[in-house]
């Protein structure tokens, strides 16, 4: 067979290429359906589209606002302010008053605060005094055993080297006599006296009736709404879940209650300290007024609780007054416990907006789509017919089969008709149709001339002119 010409090869290619475009151009094409009767799967696809369709509909586009865009970016301030009178009782039977200014430490912070409500505090001044006795490194009975010690950390000033005996004592051993105590504590240079925790501190009364004014101011960057959770002509009032929902000044005990719901912990964090954090968290939905958009507040204690944890209970810190006086240097250290609030500011804000709720609608569309996807894998794997169902849904066609196929048949049919002509001479030869390998041609797009060589069915009179060396028409007259 001779070789395609290398220009009908460019011919060939071109049309196919140019018959590709008109086709993607003016064909539309739809994918193949086959429809099913059955009640089971019927009724099962039908509920699995109204679960998807509910869910749709109620969870993602009403509770989640699918319909919306939305900004999660908020920038926020925060500021505190504390107001109370406390006081509390000494020794002496003395009453000492405290205001924000004292009990406020320090008195500006960001977003947090810290309220003390228990304190320890020794008048110290520059000078040399003996070590305090809960370091244990401390106890000497000669000056030898205040040398040469490596550092330690809980030491309170500089070590001179000297042991200081503790004044004498007379206890009584087991036989009741006496004996003096010999021990002493090393001396140290620094802020004297040495402040000791064992000793009773002073807790301050009335702190539960304190008010905290918390101010807040966001802005939404996106949309560029900026709000504040204060309403408009402000009235004095306390926070009330239900009341007062709206009113932005807390008591301390309400705030401490709301964080810690154990009696016995509560005292203890009033007494040693505690940290609590102050959540306000926003919903804002702009496309209504941004008036109705309100913060909701929660409370939740960040310590762990006494009574799992055994080191470095609650929360402290100290902090000193010093000055001047007669060249002396003093000061009064104070050892600090309270509640330390810190806030924290998180929020949303949502508005309308047609591309999320396109996006959003395709996505639920192909959500939709689940419900065949499942049917599909239900009908073609476990039903009893499966094997059937997948004959229909599913056509396999083999591209190089099918042209040996086609071929084969053309050629078997040329000899059926031949033989029979020759079988019968009275045969009329017009009843016959005989593939006869031709070669014509052909306009493309572009006009251009080109030839094929193809099959054509001719019947047996185009032949007998056609092929004359059959001689066919000469057998049949």
Not at 277 to 290: A, E, F, G
Not at 301 to 329: H, I, M, V
Not at 383 to 409: E, G, H, M, P
Not at 425 to 442: A, G, V
Request: hydrophobic share 35%; glycine share 4%; proline share 4%.
């Amino acid at each position: 067979m001779d070789a395609v010409p290398s220009s009908d090869r460019r011919c060939k290619v071109s049309v196919f290429f140019k018959e590709l475009f008109y086709g993607f151009v003016t064909e539309y094409e739809t994918p193949k359906i086959v429809a099913i009767h059955s009640y089971t799967m019927t009724i099962l696809l039908r509920i699995l589209q109204i679960v998807l369709l509910l869910y749709s509909i109620f969870y993602l586009f009403l509770n989640e606002k699918g319909y919306q865009k939305q900004d999660s970016s908020i920038i926020s301030s925060v500021t505190l302010k504390v107001k109370g009178i406390g006081h509390s009782r000494t020794a002496n039977n003395e009453t000492f008053t405290f205001d924000g200014s004292d009990y406020i430490v320090p008195p500006s912070e960001n977003n947090a605060i810290f309220i003390m409500t228990n304190f320890i505090q020794t008048d110290q001044v520059r000078t040399k005094c003996r070590e305090s006795p809960s370091v244990s490194e401390a106890i000497c009975t000669k000056h030898s055993d205040c040398q040469n010690k490596p550092y330690n950390p809980n030491i309170n000033g500089r070590w001179t080297g000297r042991c200081i005996m503790r004044p004498k004592v007379n206890q009584f051993n087991a036989e009741n006599t006496t004996k003096n105590q010999t021990t002493g504590l090393c001396e140290l240079q620094g802020w004297c006296p040495v402040q000791d925790d064992r000793q009773v501190a002073t807790f301050i009364e009335e702190v539960g009736n304190f008010t905290i004014f918390i101010k807040n101011f966001i802005e939404f960057p996106a949309f560029h709404v900026k709000h504040k959770n204060m309403v408009e002509h402000l009235k004095p009032c306390i926070f009330h879940p239900v009341e007062e929902k709206d009113c932005p000044i807390f008591r301390l005990d309400y705030i401490l209650n709301e964080a810690e719901k154990d009696d016995h912990e509560r005292g203890l964090m009033l007494r040693l300290g505690g940290v609590i954090r102050v959540k306000i968290d926003w919903d804002c939905n702009l496309d209504r007024s941004i008036k109705l958009c309100k913060p909701v507040y929660s409370f939740a204690r960040l310590d762990t609780k006494f009574q799992e944890e055994k080191f470095s209970l609650g929360f402290n810190f100290r902090f000193s007054s010093n000055w001047k006086y007669n060249r002396r240097y003093l000061r009064a250290l104070t050892k600090a416990y309270g509640l330390r609030l810190i806030i924290c500011v998180s929020g949303k804000a949502g508005k309308f907006d047609f591309i999320t709720l396109t996006l959003n609608t395709g996505s639920l569309i192909g959500i939709f789509g689940m419900a065949t996807f499942f049917c599909d894998i239900i009908l073609l794997n476990l039903t009893k017919k499966a094997s059937l169902y997948r004959d229909f849904v599913y056509q396999r066609v083999n591209i190089d089969a099918s042209r040996s196929n086609s071929v084969s048949q053309r050629i078997q049919n040329r000899n059926e008709n031949v033989g029979a002509i020759f079988e019968n001479p009275l045969t009329n030869e017009e009843k016959f149709s005989l593939p006869i390998w031709t070669s014509e041609t052909f306009v493309s797009f572009a006009d251009k001339r080109c030839t094929t060589s193809t099959y054509d069915f001719v019947n047996s009179t185009d032949s007998s002119r056609r092929q004359p060396s059959l001689g066919l028409t000469n057998i049949l007259k």
